[in-house]
Every structure is written in C-alpha cells, then in structure tokens.
C-alpha cells in the first residue's frame, strides 16, 4: 500500500502563487509514476500534470507555463508550484500515484477570488 498525503492548498487572490506538496509512505518502491488531479464542483476530476517513470513531465494545456510540477529521485515528494493562479483553478486537488494499483490522496483545496 501507497499512502498520500497533501498540503499547501488555501486562499490565494487571482495573479497569486501557491506550492503544493504531496509525500507518499508505505510501499513506494513500487510507484512508477506520480501527478496531480484537480476536481472542481460540479465537474469531472481532471489531470493537471505528472511526472512519468522517466521523469518526463506532462501537463493539462489549461495549466502550461503556469504551473510546474517536481519530485525528488526517491519518488517520496512530489511538487505542484502554480503561479498566475486563475478561479478557474478553484478545486480540490489530489495526488495520484501509480504502482501495483493506483493511490489517491485525500485532496487540498485552492480557491483563487478576490
């Protein structure tokens, strides 16, 4: 088993910045690859970005340019910097990790308003 916990989600006004940061315990030798998903209200849970097992970031083309996502090597902590932050970005965002079977966090939430 694969346990993920989020932070660094809050308020933040439209132009802001936030980091999140996700740490994963348990059996992370197994975990070939990490992201991030955001679930608005009333909509679909989405992918924002992930980092692949070759380390290659991807990103959903709402979020290009704006955010970034990281990890260290040890595949224990994974980054989500998200700068010029829009309410269109208000959500829950979890972290995801995949390994012997997909892992889900329990979310944080971003507002941006004003």
């Known amino acids: 088993q694969v346990q993920l916990v989020e932070s660094g989600g809050g308020l933040v006004q439209p132009g802001g910045s936030l980091r999140l940061s996700c740490v994963a315990s348990?059996?992370?030798?197994?975990?070939?690859?990490m992201g991030w998903y955001r679930q608005a209200p009333g909509k679909q849970r989405e992918l924002v970005a992930s980092?692949?097992?070759?380390?290659?970031?991807v990103y959903a083309d709402s979020v290009q340019v704006r955010f970034t996502v990281s990890g260290d090597n040890a595949k224990i902590t994974i980054y989500l910097q998200m700068n010029n932050l829009k309410p269109e970005d208000t959500a829950v965002y979890y972290c995801?990790?995949?390994?012997?079977?997909?892992?889900w966090g329990k979310g944080t939430l971003v507002t941006v308003s004003s």
């Open positions: 995801n990790a995949l390994g012997f079977k997909e892992y």
């Open positions: 348990g059996s992370i030798f197994s975990i070939n690859g």
């Open positions: 980092i692949r097992h070759d380390g290659t970031p």
